[in-house]
């Protein structure tokens, strides 16, 4: 069991929590969070670049003069790979660079990556996030007093339109919903904020 602290939003510890690992998969499985990461940096490849072969730029297909006898290395068409403005030797495509993985295996990915964020003692748990005025700087202080500095990933239970206005510009803050969590968006920053209710919705 790993025991973990649940934060008022002035950053006092109220209460502590028990999860148990074998809800999260009872082991971090690096394997498998490194093809998810894999995966998900692949599909954000736009893979839209193309570029025009020799066939396809505008231009003469006359020899541009005789083989021998100007004094110049001998040369074919002006449309040729090695003439200013001449089509691609090898030209790029379109393509599509997607890679999918079984939603078992996407969820076992995130609950490893959570677990991996809990044995570093980098989850923050907050009992409730309540806001008596709709400012970026009510947020920015909860996050001071919870002794969040650097990149953060806040998860809520369910989208709140409050909260995330306010929070949206907070730099190195990243909103997310609980439903929504993956592996690549809890890797990638340095600490994960829940709600206490958040935290019981993914164990459940």
Not at 15 to 31: C, S, T, W
Not at 54 to 60: D, F, H, I, P
Not at 79 to 96: F, L, M, S, V, Y
Not at 111 to 122: C, G, P, R, V
Request: charged fraction near 30%; glycine fraction near 8%.
């Amino acid at each position: 069991m790993i025991e973990i602290p649940i934060y008022n939003q002035a950053g006092q510890e109220i209460e502590k929590f028990q999860v148990d690992e074998n809800r999260l998969g009872g082991e971090v499985r690096p394997a498998l969070l490194k093809q998810a990461l894999v995966m998900y940096h692949a599909n954000q490849r736009q893979g839209t670049v193309r570029t025009l072969a020799r066939g396809e730029v505008a231009g003469s297909t006359r020899k541009m003069y005789r083989q021998k006898g100007t004094g110049n290395a001998r040369t074919g068409g002006i449309r040729n790979p090695i003439k200013k403005g001449g089509g691609h030797a090898k030209q790029k495509r379109p393509k599509d660079w997607r890679l999918d993985m079984p939603r078992k295996m996407r969820r076992a990915a995130r609950d490893s990556a959570i677990l991996s964020k809990l044995q570093s003692n980098e989850v923050r748990v907050v009992d409730e996030i309540k806001l008596e005025q709709a400012k970026t700087k009510v947020v920015a202080g909860m996050l001071k007093a919870l002794g969040i500095d650097r990149t953060c990933l806040l998860a809520l239970p369910q989208h709140d339109e409050v909260v995330e206005r306010c929070a949206r510009n907070i730099e190195h803050a990243t909103l997310t919903t609980v439903g929504q969590l993956n592996a690549w968006d809890i890797l990638r920053n340095r600490t994960l904020l829940l709600t206490k209710a958040g935290l019981q919705q993914i164990l459940a």
